[in-house]
């Protein structure tokens, strides 16, 4: 598995701009150690605050590091966010309890606690803790006031645990004290880790990429997946994607050309850009079968990306017969994008996910083995096919 990775790391290193392939299998240890991003969730809304409590968040590492930083939003609310306490810890197993002699408390410039003021993000200073590839990590905020709604990503598929009475809770090793769960994330949007990674990958997107219909708190997404590959080759990948999000329109969340830099190339240490967006703007309401107003989203995307110097794959619009908003008339438009996608030119390299998940038999309608019943999702198998599409573009 190591020498796959090192191999994949030598194509990626190949494959983005400005940079060339090292002559050694060995991707080149950075001179210095670098900020990478290691974790990603979007923010997706808001949910009612929890004043007084603690909240252990519980997030996947892709890959490892001798420090982390730790993103936290406000980006939604309308009032300052008051953060009494903030920390991190390895997770001992399943459930909030820590591991020993890892819990660490954050600061903000030297202090333990800080206020985001509405509508920003901030970041932790640099907490000395060495973790792990694929690790679990415990991300704990202590709210001691209400400070209005709460920014947090919704279709997290991960449980994480709450703290009633939370003012002393945020530094418990144990987690007996955490005897309530959400499935949301609340504030925490990303994880940077300080080592030797060679960059990171951000999968943007709607809910194919958020993860619907993968079992939840097993990290299958397709994001994960991809992780699981390129892990070897010290490559970091983001899942900013959004249930529910959508190109062209305000969905859930902001459309994609307005979250595209705080979701995307502001993160840590990008050099590959993967989107899969465009789905809910052609079964939504309101109507979007304009193919030439997707082209021209697309086009503007990858200037921005390419701007910054990150390269931008693009993965076609998979099939959706069968889901309540099937019509032909937007299967047409379905494969008018794809064609774009494929064809236009806009993108650096293409994954053709459709032509990986559909039926044969049906090719408006995804294979049935990948299909969790909704007909417009992936299953745990499904997810893994879009992951190795998504591969073998970002390698070719």
């Known amino acids: 598995m190591a020498k796959v ?6 194509l990626l290193l190949a494959m983005l701009p400005g940079l060339a392939a090292p002559a050694l299998a060995h991707p080149q240890p950075a001179a210095l150690p670098l900020w ?77 606690a800080v206020t985001v003021e509405p509508g920003q993000d901030t970041v932790t200073d640099p907490v000395p803790l060495r973790v792990p590839a694929a690790a679990d990590l415990l991300v704990t905020v202590y709210t001691p006031g209400d400070s209005g709604p709460a920014t947090t990503h919704q279709t997290a598929l991960q449980t994480s645990y709450v703290a009633a009475g939370g003012a002393d809770r945020a530094a418990d090793t144990d987690g007996t004290g955490y005897r309530a769960t959400v499935t949301r994330w609340y504030y925490v949007t990303g994880v940077d880790v300080l080592g030797d990674s060679a960059g990171s990958v951000v999968a943007f997107g709607d809910s194919l990429t958020d993860g619907n219909g993968s079992t939840p708190d097993t990290n299958r997404r397709w994001p994960d997946r991809l992780a699981d590959t390129l892990r070897a080759g010290r490559y970091g990948v983001l899942n900013a994607g959004i249930s529910g ?16 830099d705080p979701d995307a190339l502001d993160r840590a240490g990008v050099r590959a ?31 921005r990306a390419h701007a910054r110097g990150i390269r931008v794959i693009g993965v076609t619009l998979t099939p959706f017969r069968g889901f309540a908003a099937y019509t032909d008339a937007r299967e047409a438009v379905r494969q008018q994008v794809n064609g774009f996608i494929r064809t236009g030119g806009a993108f650096d390299a293409v994954a053709d996910a459709d032509a990986a998940v559909r039926d044969p038999d049906d090719q408006s309608r995804i294979l049935p083995a990948y299909d969790p ?10 997810m893994a096919a879009v992951a190795d599409t998504v591969l073998k573009a970002l390698t070719s």
């Open 373 to 382: 019943g909704d007909h417009l999702h992936f299953n745990d198998t499904g």
């Open 5 to 10: 990775g090192r191999i994949l790391a030598v």
């Open 245 to 260: 999000n959508r190109l062209l329109h305000d969905g859930v969340g902001p459309r994609a050309l307005t979250r595209l």
């Open 36 to 112: 990478t991003g290691s974790w990603e969730t979007a923010p997706s809304g808001t949910a009612a605050a929890r004043p007084g409590a603690a909240i252990r968040n519980v997030v996947h590492l892709s890959v490892g590091g001798d420090a982390v930083r730790v993103r936290l939003s406000n980006r939604f609310g309308t009032a300052p966010l008051n953060l009494g306490a903030v920390t991190v810890a390895l997770r001992a197993a399943a459930g909030p309890d820590a591991l020993p002699g890892t819990l660490r408390a954050a600061t903000f410039r030297g202090v333990p």
């Open 273 to 303: 850009l993967v989107v899969l967006e465009g789905i809910n703007d052609i079964k939504g309401s309101p109507t979007a079968d304009d193919v030439t107003a997707y082209a021209d989203a697309y086009r503007t995307l990858v200037a």
